[in-house]
């Protein structure tokens, strides 16, 4: 994955077919008929406000859903999921069906999504693709397995709560997905640059590593923000200028308001840079940078390389 790539990914295509295996179908065909609730808007929650660190009031905004965790038990090649509004893609597998090993048990899937928030104006629903062995009857005759459906009602909560689901692939065959139902959200978008000294230079570069955010409403879980092993570092063509924005995925955030607002940034980077038969890595490894609506920005210095982290806080509205 080379970093400032412009190429098309899954989730770009919110609201709109995506052709092939785990794409993503317009609003008429998210798994509504498993949710109760009218699916309208709760225009409700939306004149408190806090003090940003201009002095300017910090409104909130409406009722979302934060994805916290998936689980399996079996192989996934795709999840997209849908509010009221449109759907998008939460997870996606891009290891070839060949190269495909499942762990035995229950195994943790990163998210890579949604890019944006997903509303709590009345079902949340996931579409969920598994992946097909080469030889299993009858899908080796027609096709991939047929997509499973499933949604709650999410409009009726009042107050935050957590959620974990169990959706069934088969006899076997289990996947968890767990959610916080928040009444009244902030959403928080991340950037992550690095400024590396000597960039300019002809020297290949490549960086992995993870990006994590939580706040003590997520309990003891966090969101991945980015997740790149070593195998699949994001590269960094040479004579790129003087800072780099990761491609964070996702980006954007939903955290429940409250007076004392706080989000929490864990950082574990590995910077590679290669001249010749040169090979350097340089570590990034910050394991708690607090962030509020006063405090949005902030950066560290590791031998000479830099890494700025800031955030920016937004009330949730309809997409």
């Known amino acids: 994955m080379a970093i400032g790539d412009s190429s098309p990914r899954p989730e770009d295509h919110e609201g709109g077919h995506e052709d092939g295996d785990g794409g993503v179908d317009d609003a008429?065909?998210?798994?509504?008929?498993?949710?109760?609730?009218?699916?309208?808007?709760?225009?409700?929650?939306?004149?408190?406000?806090?003090?940003?660190?201009?002095?300017?009031?910090?409104?909130?905004?409406?009722?979302?859903?934060?994805?916290?965790?998936?689980?399996?038990?079996?192989?996934i090649r795709a999840i997209n999921g849908y509010d009221w509004n449109m759907g998008r893609a939460i997870y996606r597998h891009y290891c070839k069906e060949e190269e495909e090993v499942q762990e035995e048990g229950m195994v943790d899937l990163v998210p890579m999504g949604p890019r944006?928030?997903?509303?709590?104006?009345?079902?949340?629903?996931?579409?969920?693709?598994?992946?097909?062995?080469?030889?299993?009857?009858?899908?080796?005759?027609?096709?991939?397995r047929p997509p499973i459906t499933m949604g709650w009602d999410v409009l009726e909560d009042e107050e935050l709560v957590e959620y974990t689901q169990t959706v069934s692939g088969g006899p076997g065959r289990e996947l968890e997905i767990t959610y916080?139902?928040?009444?009244?959200?902030?959403?928080?978008?991340?950037?992550?640059?690095?400024?590396?000294?000597?960039?300019?230079?002809?020297?290949?570069?490549?960086?992995?590593?993870?990006?994590?955010?939580s706040n003590s409403d997520y309990g003891n879980k966090s969101v991945h923000l980015?997740?790149?092993?070593?195998?699949?570092?994001?590269?960094?063509?040479?004579?790129?200028?003087?800072?780099?924005?990761?491609?964070?995925?996702?980006?954007?955030?939903?955290?429940?308001?409250?007076?004392?607002?706080?989000l929490h940034i864990e950082l574990d980077l590995t910077v590679i840079t290669i001249s010749g038969n040169q090979e350097e890595d340089r570590r990034f490894k910050f394991m708690c940078l607090k962030f509020t609506p006063g405090i949005r920005s902030q950066e560290r210095e590791v031998g000479g390389d830099q890494v700025e982290v800031s955030t920016t806080w937004y009330p949730v509205h309809p997409n």
């Not at 309208?40 to 004149?47: A, C, E, S, W, Y």
């Not at 992550?192 to 990006?211: H, M």
């Not at 070593?230 to 007076?259: E, F, K, N, T």
């Open 180 to 213: 916080l139902v928040i009444p009244t959200a902030v959403e928080t978008t991340v950037e992550v640059k690095l400024k590396l000294k000597d960039l300019i230079v002809s020297k290949s570069r490549a960086v992995y590593g993870t990006i994590k955010a």
């Open 116 to 144: 944006s928030v997903l509303m709590a104006c009345g079902c949340f629903g996931v579409e969920v693709f598994p992946a097909t062995a080469a030889d299993e009857e009858p899908y080796k005759k027609f096709g991939a």
């Open 28 to 75: 008429a065909s998210a798994p509504s008929e498993h949710c109760g609730g009218d699916g309208g808007r709760d225009d409700g929650g939306t004149t408190a406000s806090d003090q940003d660190s201009d002095g300017e009031p910090l409104s909130y905004g409406q009722r979302a859903v934060q994805l916290l965790g998936i689980r399996a038990n079996f192989p």
């Open 226 to 262: 980015f997740n790149c092993g070593r195998g699949r570092s994001c590269s960094v063509p040479s004579g790129s200028a003087s800072s780099i924005l990761l491609p964070l995925s996702p980006s954007v955030i939903a955290l429940p308001y409250c007076q004392q607002l706080e």
